[in-house]
């Protein structure tokens, strides 16, 4: 390894499983994860080593024809035939969630037509009431107890506390680098924030944490900034792991903050660190990503409602992003089929209307065709908004 | 509907026609429950999770997942679709949530008043949501996108689902029911502070227990089915269903229906009485019914196809014993749960781990002993549509049993054509008499 910062962030991008075939190559443990609702914590402590695994909106889906219907989450058809293809076969295991029905599924289909020799399904509460807390702590019990089996080995308490800090210390380099966008021009541009993140979910954290120190000393030094654009956008969606999609949005505008799983939702916050450590993973995932799969209201157990104070709770921590950011406009971005998302895309409109801040929705199907379509929705947003 | 002339072939059982008479009742009675004052709650279907507690304390549910499927078969739905389009949700969602999203646009455009073109009296204003977790996305992020046109309050129910395998780890299935029962207490007190009275326990117990026999009759129905000739096709099936699935109207009233429907399906076993003239073909049906175009099954029927078995998520659990369980909530958890997680341990042996709703099929073709499925998913519904491609395979390589896939929708008629599936039945049946042939030599027992 001799690329460092950016440079090295586009090796790992062109090659994300190369690092991981090494360390395993060395005898650790690599275990995959479509989702960023896993706590990865529990696999740093018990020094496996986390994979994230993404679909490839370049490679034609073809395999995972014969299993799943064609009408589904493009991005998890995506995976799975790459799984199919035998992407994958490297990893010693899998791990997925409840996070969606797509992923539900997809999980148990997984598990049915590969042969890893470890898949642990984390089922997830939907909501974020006490008891589905202390539910979803169990289920991460219940994980503890087949990862220790495949570690061959307990998980020690203060492991455990240092993943925390170690993951912790991730979250705010991510957010540090967020801020270097908060400038005009931004000091980073969006696509290289998709490519940074992707390659920190490619290594060990501790790895990930040394990419993020370099990368953001290079970005606050050097003299190549991105120019500024017309038009300053917030990404809010799913999402994004593919530069392509990003450099499609940023071809006359910024991309400052992307609200997505490929952008900052992931790193927002801190786990706590306390005497009861999965209980506050449980805590921390169920109540700080702010994925759309989670049910959330002002108050859980209000008899009365009003629209407009349900969207504040929900989507009111977007404002000060907008504020701080100075973003001009919000995309809407999503693929096809991702149904948590898209039931709230009226909402959250009417949310950046009440802000008056203009939106626009873009849906997409995960493949390279839908970029050209992509350029032009945006342009013509881009036109609306002056 | 372009399959001809309706001619009835299909044998109905007379006991059915009762129960399906619930559905339009219960639409009546929320109507008439908000002229007299009391209210009216819409309602995902929860699998007897959540119903008990609202008969108990008197409040009358409409479903619209239910009235989605009304919207379809009356031929009215597509209004509603093409407002929900305009209003701004994609076009991709559940059929039934959009023409939901188009109806409850209408209601807040009459200020709360049913619209007039509605179907079967309309749904009422509701006074609060009842979402469900279960079975998918949809069922729970709908009710929270209605805000924009209710300002009412929603209740999430939680839904456990552990992995099969997860299942076996120690304490899962604990967890679950603690979950279920803590989460039901809370629910409780929410429905008594929305409606400013306490709930009556005993009237709860009564309801669990009328409830849980409701279910273990409609069970007893469905293992009569395994009669050769079936006695009772799918089309019954659904029509009888709703009673149960939804606890509609009185409960005292449906067991004696329900015990009808049992005798009357016991009476043509024991005199060899089928659902249709010459049993051919017995298939499974799977997922979700076209409601639209329902007569296509008669067609079927005409050239053979008894469809004896179908739609995993609409029967009742098997019986357990709850009988040394006094607290109505934990009744209503473990019986509850027991839907989804009464076939885990068997589908773990036989190494099935995507899911209970796959192995299910496994089950059902085996001791229906089919000779086909006909597998129906859906552009607009991926929680009925995921696992049919697994499921066929499964079929084909276990049982050697061939599929027949037929996309649809469920309430979008524009997506499904019987015609389609008429020009395929001949080949179809080609295939099932071979597949017999081979499961013969495989020595399968049917």
């Known amino acids: ?81 790459c799984a199919l293809k035998g992407k994958h076969n490297f990893l010693n295991g899998m791990v997925a969630l409840h996070a969606s029905d797509p992923q539900e599924k997809t999980a148990r289909i997984w598990q049915s037509y590969t042969t890893l020799p470890y898949f642990h399904f984390i089922d997830m509460p939907g909501t974020v009431l006490p008891e589905a807390v202390t539910y979803f702590t169990s289920q991460l019990k219940g994980f503890v107890t087949t990862l220790e089996s495949l570690a061959g080995r307990k ?16 979250r705010t380099l991510v957010q540090s680098l967020f801020h270097l966008t908060e400038s005009s021009p931004p000091l980073v541009s969006g696509t ?13 954290v501790d790895e990930g944490n040394q990419l993020l120190t370099e990368v953001i000393d290079e970005v606050k030094e050097r003299k190549d900034k991105p120019p500024s654009k017309r038009a300053r956008l917030l990404l809010w969606g799913s999402t994004t792991d593919n530069a392509d999609v990003m450099a499609v949005l940023e071809s006359n505008a910024c991309v400052v903050f992307a609200e997505d799983c490929g952008g900052y939702r992931p790193y927002r916050g801190s786990v706590k660190l306390t005497s009861e450590p999965l209980n506050a993973l449980a805590d921390y995932y169920l109540n700080e990503i702010t994925c759309a799969r989670t049910f959330r209201q002002t108050t859980t157990s209000a008899t009365q409602k009003d629209y407009l104070k349900d969207l504040q709770s929900r989507y009111g921590y977007l404002k000060r992003i907008i504020a701080d950011w100075k973003v001009d406009g919000v995309v809407l971005l999503l693929v096809r089929y991702c149904d948590p998302f898209a039931f709230e895309v009226p909402a959250v409109r009417d949310y950046l ?27 013509a947003f881009l036109e609306t908004i002056g | 509907m372009t399959t001809g002339e309706k001619k009835r072939v299909i044998n109905r059982v007379k006991a059915m026609y009762p129960l399906r008479a619930k559905v339009d009742e219960s639409y009546l009675r929320s109507q008439e429950a908000i002229k007299a004052g ?44 093409d407002r929900s389009d305009a ?68 209740w999430t129910l939680e839904a456990p689902l552990p992995g099969i395998r997860e299942f076996q780890l120690e304490g899962c299935y604990e967890e679950m029911v603690k979950l279920a029962i803590n989460h039901l207490r809370e629910f409780v007190a929410f429905v008594e502070k929305a409606v400013s009275r306490k709930m009556d326990w005993a009237k709860l117990e009564e309801t669990v227990d009328l409830a849980i ?129 009464a076939n885990y341990k068997d589908a773990l042996a036989k190494n099935v781990v995507a899911g209970a709703d796959v192995y299910i099929y496994l089950k059902y073709v085996r001791e229906w002993k089919c000779d086909g499925a006909f597998l129906h998913p859906l552009v607009s519904c991926r929680s009925a549509s995921t696992h049919l491609p697994h ?17 649809g929708d469920i309430v979008d008629l524009r997506l499904f054509n019987p015609q389609d599936v008429l020009t395929r039945a001949e080949p179809f049946e080609e295939s099932m008499e071979y597949y017999r042939k081979v499961r013969r030599e495989a020595g399968l027992e049917w």
């Open chain 2, 391 to 407: 499921v066929a395979n499964m079929l084909m390589e276990r049982l050697k049993v061939p599929s027949l896939m037929v996309e």
């Open chain 2, 213 to 341: 026999e409701i279910h273990r009759l409609s069970h007893e129905i469905t293992e009569l089915r395994k009669a050769k000739p079936c006695p009772m096709h799918s089309r019954d099936f659904w029509s009888a269903m709703p009673p149960a699935l939804f606890l509609l109207g009185d409960l005292k009233e449906s067991v004696q229906l329900y015990r009808n429907l049992y005798q009357e399906v016991a009476d043509r076993v024991k005199n060899g009485i089928g659902a249709i003239p010459e049993e051919k073909y017995r298939l499974v049906f799977a997922e979700l019914p076209p409601w639209h175009s329902l007569d296509l099954f008669d067609r079927l029927a005409e050239r053979g196809w008894n469809f004896v078995i179908e739609s995993f998520g609409y029967h009742s659990p098997p019986p357990m014993d709850l009988s040394g369980i006094s607290d109505p909530l934990e009744r209503i958890a473990r019986f509850s749960l027991q839907r989804m997680v």
């Open chain 2, 38 to 81: 009391k209210p009216t709650v819409w309602a995902m279907l929860t699998f007897c999770y959540g119903d008990p507690i609202l008969k108990a304390m008197d409040i009358e549910v409409v479903y619209p997942e239910n009235y989605g499927a009304a919207l379809a078969a009356a031929g009215v739905a597509r209004e509603y679709l």
């Open chain 1, 192 to 204: 290289e924030i998709v490519q940074v993140v992707k390659a920190v979910m490619s290594l060990p």
């Open chain 1, 155 to 170: 998980l020690p308490a203060d492991s455990l506390r240092k993943a925390i800090e170690a993951h912790n210390q991730q």
């Open chain 2, 87 to 154: 209003e701004g949700f994609p076009t991709h969602l559940c059929g039934y949530s959009r023409a939901n999203f188009g109806y409850a646009a209408r209601l807040k455009e009459l200020g709360g008043e049913i619209p007039p073109e509605a179907p079967m009296g309309g749904m009422p204003k509701p006074l609060f949501l009842l979402s469900s977790v279960a079975v998918c996305d949809a069922r729970y992020k709908w009710f929270q996108a209605l805000g924009r046109y209710l300002n009412v309050p929603v």
């Open chain 1, 353 to 379: 209307a009440s802000i008056s801040v203009p939106s626009t929705y873009i849906e997409y199907d995960y493949t390279e065709g839908s970029l050209a379509p992509m350029r032009t929705r945006i342009e």
């Open chain 1, 1 to 81: 390894m001799t690329a460092k910062g950016l440079a090295r962030v586009q090796e790992i991008y062109q090659d994300r499983s190369r690092r991981a075939k090494e360390l395993q190559s060395q005898g650790k443990k690599v275990i995959g994860y479509p989702c960023v609702y896993v706590p990865l914590e529990l696999l740093t402590a018990l020094d496996v080593i986390p994979y994230r695994i993404y679909g490839e909106m370049r490679e034609p889906v073809t395999e995972a024809d014969r299993v799943l219907p064609a009408s589904f989450c493009p991005i998890m058809r995506s995976c799975l035939d």
